[in-house]
């Protein structure tokens, strides 16, 4: 009993490192400009469609391939920048208007998505990594887990050297604080913003390209349960708050571990019960200030 | 005020000889009830939306809700058709009343706590556990036959009535007390408008609507599943419906309706994922490009509609 509790944990911790990486971009576009991206989890779909196409016809390697698709999602960020999110950051109520928006956004994806690959629920060879299952008190525990959670804790600390030691960081992290008072001091706020846009839709990108690995197969029909995942991920770890994401994510994916092996039935509903209880407890997230009216 | 009375009668007018005339011309019936249910939906989430600010994602938790309220009343308790959809509108009430402290959260938190709720709800009626009232997963059967027309009275009466719910609302001084304080909550509270007891007046009533549509939903198409009721559509749909026409208006709801659902059954039926499409281009140009809605830009040139 206490084995299957240990080991549900230690699936959980690294189910939750991913869900952080999952996180990250919400709270990056959140954070900079206030946009609630309800598109996050058809991103993610589409990151592992491309990782699959990746594998498929030029056999490249998903880990390889990750540089690949954040390139790519970058661009298709700053392109979408100028007609989509400088309208909205510059209507009464951005947060609001940019839910629907996304929204939007999200139906034109998920359409496409499956007019492109049909309603095929797709996962990427595991053996092309590998195969390798360890045993943990008798219970195996897939070694590619283990990558995964490697390849997420890397990557979010790698954002947390861009977020925190460059100077477009550093331009970032004010804008984040407050975005006037950012561009007063000379900071460059559209350019920033692009920037920053940019590399949260290559940031949601990057967990598709391992979500066949960890959490479930590729098909827009999940796009939705990974966008409340990644909400419940920041939400508990205050919006915005890039730090906060780490703990949120260990936070959800420990509670998904430990449901899944001891109440299966319920473990569809973790997250959904979860970000309902931090929004009426503590709306402002575990380290939030009360400065945000939620 | 007489300008008004008169368009809303004209308005009625046109929607039931336009609905009597397409069922005698041989329209698919259950179309028409879709429509009719996509209408109230519409007219709903309207009166959270439109008057009190509340962006009710999760409106389809409700729909379920009074769907699988009509189902068990009628399959365990063997209750009758109107019984079972009045047992709905009060299992929607009971939905909003359980869902009343999300009013504390604002704007888009609101929105995505609610749809947290509508998943939750759907996932607990979903649950194998629960097989004995609600079939699970696998659907629940009315075994119902005949009372076709039923469902058609039923549903034109509850449109009815939220149009002229949503009428009263802009001619009366509590609906225009609500708006002001939509505007402005803080001046509206020290001008002495009991702002929180009319949010949750409308926010409970938006939730009785919900209720009662999905009860009138479940007796017409008599045999559905979670993922059918719950679907989020029936929050969404009728969402960007009300958006297009414009918010806060009578006429509103029903012109977006009755164009994006024409749309859809031009289109849509045949050709999902190009509707689905077509249909993310109009939420994200709409949004960006007509706030006020296909109402308010008709009000910017001149023409006041209720």
């Known amino acids: ?294 | 005020m007489h300008n008004r009375y008169s368009q809303l009668l004209a308005l009625v007018i046109t929607l039931v000889a336009l609905i009597f005339l397409s069922l005698w011309g041989g329209l698919n019936q259950l179309l028409i009830l879709n429509f009719l249910i996509f209408s109230i939906l519409a007219v709903g989430i309207n009166l959270s939306y439109g008057f009190i600010n509340y962006v009710p994602f999760g409106y389809a938790g409700i729909f379920g809700i009074g769907a699988y309220a009509l189902g068990i009343s009628i399959t365990l308790m063997h209750v009758s058709s109107i019984v079972g959809v009045l047992i709905g509108g009060v299992a929607g009430m009971i939905c909003g009343l359980i869902l009343l402290p999300l009013l504390r959260l604002k704007g888009a938190y609101f929105a995505v706590a609610t749809l947290a709720a509508a998943e939750l709800l759907h996932k607990i009626v979903a649950n194998p556990i629960l097989a004995e009232w609600t079939q699970g997963p696998y659907g629940l059967d009315l075994h119902l036959t005949g009372h076709s027309s039923l469902g058609l009275y039923l549903s034109l009466f509850l449109l009815l009535g939220g149009v002229i719910f949503t009428v009263f609302l802009r001619t009366s001084i509590f609906g225009r007390s609500l708006l002001a304080a939509k505007d402005n909550p803080l001046s509206a509270q020290a001008a002495g408008i009991p702002v929180y007891g009319g949010r949750m007046i409308i926010w409970l009533v938006s939730s009785v609507i919900a209720g009662l549509a999905g009860a009138i939903y479940a007796l017409n198409v008599k045999f559905f599943y979670p993922d059918t009721v719950f679907d989020l559509s029936f929050s969404l749909f009728p969402l960007i419906f009300a958006i297009l026409g414009g918010v806060g208006t009578a006429i509103g709801p029903l012109v977006g309706t009755l164009l994006l659902y024409g749309l859809y059954t031009l289109i849509g039926l045949k050709m999902p994922d190009v509707f689905q499409m077509l249909f993310g281009f109009v939420v994200i140009i709409v949004m960006l490009s007509l706030p006020g809605g296909l109402v308010g830009w008709a009000r910017k040139r001149g023409i006041d509609l209720v």
């Open chain 1, 1 to 294: 009993m206490v084995h299957l509790a240990l080991y549900a944990t230690i699936a959980g911790l690294l189910l939750g490192i991913y869900f952080a990486l999952l996180g990250l971009s919400v709270t990056l576009i959140f954070g900079v400009m206030r946009i609630v991206n309800l598109t996050h989890g058809a991103l993610v779909v589409f990151g592992g469609y491309m990782a699959m196409v990746l594998l498929d016809r030029l056999q490249i390697n998903p880990l390889v391939g990750m540089p690949l698709v954040f390139i790519a999602f970058v661009i298709l960020g700053l392109i979408l920048y100028y007609p989509i999110v400088v309208p909205i950051s510059r209507s009464y109520d951005p947060e609001f208007i940019s839910l629907v928006v996304f929204y939007g956004v999200m139906e034109v994806l998920d359409s496409i998505g499956r007019l492109a690959f049909g309603a095929t629920h797709y996962s990427l060879k595991r053996e092309i990594i590998t195969d390798a299952v360890l045993p943990v008190w008798g219970m195996p525990l897939p070694v590619l887990w283990l990558y995964v959670g490697g390849i997420s804790l890397a990557i979010i600390l790698l954002f947390f050297v861009y977020l925190y030691k460059s100077e477009t960081g550093y331009a970032t992290r004010a804008i984040m604080s407050n975005r006037d008072e950012a561009r007063s001091v000379g900071i460059n706020v559209e350019r920033i913003s692009a920037l920053n846009f940019g590399i949260g839709i290559g940031l949601a990108a990057i967990p598709g390209c391992l979500l066949s690995y960890i959490y479930g197969p590729i098909s827009v029909d999940s796009s939705l349960t990974l966008t409340i995942i990644a909400f419940v991920v920041v939400i508990i770890g205050t919006l915005g708050s890039p730090l906060g994401v780490l703990l949120g994510g260990l936070i959800s994916g420990v509670a998904l571990g430990v449901t899944q092996v001891f109440a299966p039935s319920f473990a569809s509903v973790v997250g959904d019960a979860l970000l309902l209880i931090v929004l009426l407890i503590r709306p402002q997230g575990l380290f939030g200030r009360l400065q945000r009216n939620a």
